[in-house]
């Protein structure tokens, strides 16, 4: 079992950039995938970036390809999201989460979850 935890969304303005984290709180960290989700006032929570438990591979939501960066540091037991040139439609809450072994990219997949970490893009 894993705990996440998120941190670093916040209010910024159209065009710019915030980094996300999300630190979990065992070693074995390194064992699972890790995805991130964001859920928009009245929306489904959709899956916008996964990363296998290595970091050779990462998969990026349409919406946000090219704009936002997934990585992670298994010595650290921390997941990344670079996000880069934002958008008011990018306001959402946005959740880290683990699952053992192979990628997924699929909500339902996923066995553990953190509370959320807010961002808000300003027009």
């Known amino acids: 079992q894993v705990r996440v935890v998120e941190s670093g969304g916040g209010l910024v303005q159209a065009g710019g950039s915030l980094r996300l984290s999300c630190t979990a709180s065992e070693s074995t960290f390194r064992d699972y995938a890790m995805g991130w989700f964001r859920q928009a006032p009245g929306k489904e929570r959709e899956g916008i970036s996964f990363?296998?438990?290595?970091?050779?591979?990462?998969y990026y939501a349409d919406s946000v390809k090219g704009r936002f960066t997934i990585s992670r540091d298994n010595a650290k037991n921390t997941l990344y999201l670079q996000m880069n040139s934002l958008k008011p439609e990018d306001t959402a809450m946005y959740y880290c989460?683990?699952?053992?072994?192979?990628?997924?990219?699929?909500?339902?997949?996923?066995?553990?979850w953190g509370q959320g970490t807010q961002v808000t893009v300003s027009s």
């Open positions: 990363i296998t438990y290595t970091g050779a591979s990462a």
């Open positions: 989460a683990a699952v053992l072994g192979s990628i997924k990219t699929m909500r339902n997949r996923f066995d553990y």
